[in-house]
């Protein structure tokens, strides 16, 4: 499965940004689907998962400002009341055996996200 995100970029702090994945073949195949993000010097980390029901999951720090939906094909995220430290790159990942995206297996190349004024 190839996944190719885009809609990364520059935004204020306060602002409102969303990104999406693009999967080569139906994401309801796929057990569960998500985001992380990576910042310099830290480990990658689950922003948001949604399964195969539907049923969604966020990281605390993102809780009630993103917000995590699929199609057929996508996968989006939408991100609300922006803050500096959600700058980071964010990854599309898709997971065939857990259902939120415990241990990714596809990987896109990342789009870079950056909360700056």
């Known amino acids: 499965v190839q996944l190719v995100e885009s809609g990364g970029g520059l935004v204020q702090p306060g602002g409102s940004l969303k990104i999406s994945c693009t999967a080569s073949?139906?994401?309801?195949?796929?057990?569960?689907m998500g985001w992380y993000r990576q910042v310099p010097g830290e480990r990658r980390r689950l922003v948001a998962g949604i399964n195969f029901s539907g049923a969604t999951k966020y990281d605390d720090a993102v809780k009630g400002r993103f917000i995590i939906s699929r199609d057929r094909y996508t996968v989006h995220l939408q991100m609300n009341s922006l803050k500096p430290e959600d700058t980071a790159i964010y990854y599309c990942?898709?997971?065939?055996?857990?259902?939120?995206?415990?241990?990714?297996?596809?990987w896109g190349q990342g789009t870079q996200v950056s909360v700056s004024v």
């Open positions: 990942v898709g997971d065939p055996a857990t259902v939120f995206v415990s241990t990714p297996v596809f």
């Open positions: 073949e139906e994401i309801f195949r796929i057990n569960s």
